[in-house]
């Protein structure tokens, strides 16, 4: 079956302090997608980054990094030097056929 | 480009009525689809629309119906309203199926009483 876990429900941080959030993932499809979104309290999900199955290179946008590793099923995010307007609930999500999302991440960052 | 619009935002319903929200894809996109979002299940997916055929569809019981149009316009019709189907109902379109991110509308939040 195809499954998202995002253990970790609440997370508060410092501003400027970095923060990991992590996504576990489970799937027997060789090709598949992974994805990051976030929501802030507006509402509207918006896109972050896509990886798929076969490419398993970190990636880095700013002070946003992703770590993708196929052994441990994982595709970790990164916010280094978190901000107040970081502050949201993030997503992960897979997709085979249906896009599955995991149940997020809830991020606030203090001032 | 404009982006996903859905309409209505607010909505207010009775229970036993039904409802109908509409979306409106990013132009050119051609797969428009439907998420239920509650503070206790998450994100949940209803159904997704390409070329004005289903997909998919997720566990959702058959009130729930969907379509799409010739101009890729899809609308989401929920029968029979009951208590539990208040949330926020987003839309979501993306250019192809399978590999393509999703952009999503800010989504139409239903109180049923």
């Known amino acids: 079956a195809q499954k998202v876990t995002q253990a970790q429900t609440e997370i508060s941080v410092v501003e400027k302090e970095d923060v990991t959030l992590d996504c576990v993932y489970e799937t027997r499809d060789t090709t598949y997608y992974l994805f990051w979104y976030k929501q802030p309290p507006s509402g509207e999900l918006v896109f972050l980054i896509r990886r798929n199955s076969f490419d398993e290179q970190n990636e880095i946008s700013g002070r946003y990094s992703w770590n993708f590793q196929k052994s441990t099923s994982s595709f970790n995010f990164t916010i280094t030097a978190s901000q107040v307007v970081d502050s949201a609930v993030y997503f992960c999500a897979l997709t085979y056929d249906k896009v599955i999302f995991g149940p997020g991440t809830s991020l606030s960052v203090i001032p | 480009k404009a982006g996903v619009t859905q309409t209505p935002r607010y909505l207010i319903k009775t229970r036993g009525q039904q409802v109908t929200l509409s979306c409106s894809p990013i132009?050119?996109?051609?797969?428009v689809s439907w998420y239920q979002q509650t503070p206790g299940q998450g994100l949940q997916f209803l159904f997704e629309y390409f070329s004005e055929t289903q997909r998919n569809k997720g566990n959702f019981p058959g009130r729930f119906s969907g379509r799409q149009f010739s101009n890729s316009r899809s609308e989401m019709n929920v029968s029979t309203l009951e208590l539990g189907d208040s949330a926020l109902y987003l839309c979501?379109?993306?250019?192809?199926?399978?590999?393509?991110?999703?952009?999503f509308g800010p989504g139409t939040r239903l109180t049923v009483t």
């Open positions: 132009s050119g996109h051609r797969s």
């Open positions: 979501a379109s993306r250019s192809g199926t399978g590999a393509y991110e999703q952009y």
